[in-house]
């Protein structure tokens, strides 16, 4: 996980309402130094000067969220997290475009073919010559800031996302898992997560 010591600051640059299968949300476009940005945000209520406002940091899975993949739990996650978001008054799930924990598609995709040879997830990234997770996340820190909020309660089973917010000005005043029961495709992948990448799982022993 790496950082931006250098503060980000975004400015919003069109929002909409969102209606979703889950509940209604307002979307929200973000743009740095005149340029648009990709990452997104779906808000609920009024954020602005917020205190302990539930929030999730979710990474693109285009595997898992568009094409409901059971390699991982990406999908459930984020679906959890929307479902539980559309019931609150307020609420902000940031979409970033870090696919693949920051290597990209094709990465991501040439990973899984080693994996079907025996690797791990991160054993794969780091024998294609990427570290575990490339993730940044001092974007996501400019988001929260843009949209106003003073303090997030974060919906999240990874520590190093609780730091790297952290580290970037976000104060967290709680956290909150999202546990995603294993099916026979993703088990490994998520024991891997809680055995390596320190995820807060309680998954019980192979």
Same mark, same amino acid.
């Given at each position: 996980?790496e950082?931006n010591?250098?503060?980000?600051t975004?400015?919003?640059?069109?929002?909409?309402?969102l209606?979703?299968?889950?509940? %209604?949300?307002?979307i929200?476009?973000?743009a740095? %130094?005149? +340029?648009?940005?990709?990452?997104?945000?779906?808000?609920? !209520?009024?954020v602005? %000067? &917020?205190?302990?406002?539930?929030?999730?940091?979710? +990474?693109?899975?285009? #595997? &898992?969220?568009?094409?409901?993949? @059971?390699?991982?739990?990406?999908?459930? $996650?984020?679906?959890?997290?929307?479902?539980?978001?559309?019931?609150?008054?307020?609420?902000?799930?940031?979409?970033?475009? $870090?696919?693949?924990r920051?290597?990209?598609?094709?990465?991501?995709?040439?990973?899984?073919?080693?994996?079907? $040879? !025996?690797?791990? #997830?991160v054993d794969?990234?780091?024998?294609? !010559?990427?570290?575990?997770d490339?993730? #940044?996340?001092?974007?996501?820190?400019a988001?929260?800031?843009?949209?106003g909020?003073?303090s997030?309660? @974060?919906?999240?089973?990874?520590p190093?996302?609780?730091e &790297?917010?952290?580290s970037?000005?976000?104060?967290?005043?709680?956290?909150?898992?999202?546990?995603?029961?294993?099916?026979i495709? %993703?088990?490994?992948?998520?024991? #891997?997560?809680?055995?390596?990448? !320190?995820?807060?799982?309680?998954?019980?022993e192979?």
């Amino acid at each position: 996980m790496e950082t931006n010591s250098s503060a980000v600051t975004l400015e919003i640059f069109a929002q909409a309402e969102l209606p979703t299968q889950f509940g %209604n949300f307002r979307i929200v476009a973000f743009a740095h %130094n005149g +340029s648009r940005i990709e990452d997104v945000a779906l808000v609920r !209520g009024d954020v602005r %000067n &917020g205190e302990d406002i539930p929030a999730r940091v979710h +990474s693109e899975c285009v #595997t &898992g969220d568009v094409f409901h993949s @059971l390699r991982c739990d990406c999908r459930q $996650q984020l679906e959890a997290a929307q479902k539980h978001f559309s019931q609150l008054p307020k609420a902000i799930l940031l979409y970033m475009r $870090q696919e693949g924990r920051g290597i990209g598609l094709a990465n991501k995709i040439a990973a899984y073919h080693l994996q079907e $040879q !025996g690797y791990d #997830t991160v054993d794969a990234n780091i024998h294609l !010559g990427f570290d575990d997770d490339l993730r #940044t996340y001092d974007i996501a820190a400019a988001m929260f800031k843009a949209l106003g909020v003073r303090s997030v309660r @974060l919906y999240t089973n990874n520590p190093r996302k609780i730091e &790297g917010l952290e580290s970037c000005g976000i104060q967290i005043s709680a956290r909150e898992s999202i546990i995603i029961q294993p099916n026979i495709y %993703n088990d490994r992948y998520l024991h #891997t997560k809680q055995e390596k990448s !320190g995820h807060l799982l309680d998954l019980k022993e192979e």
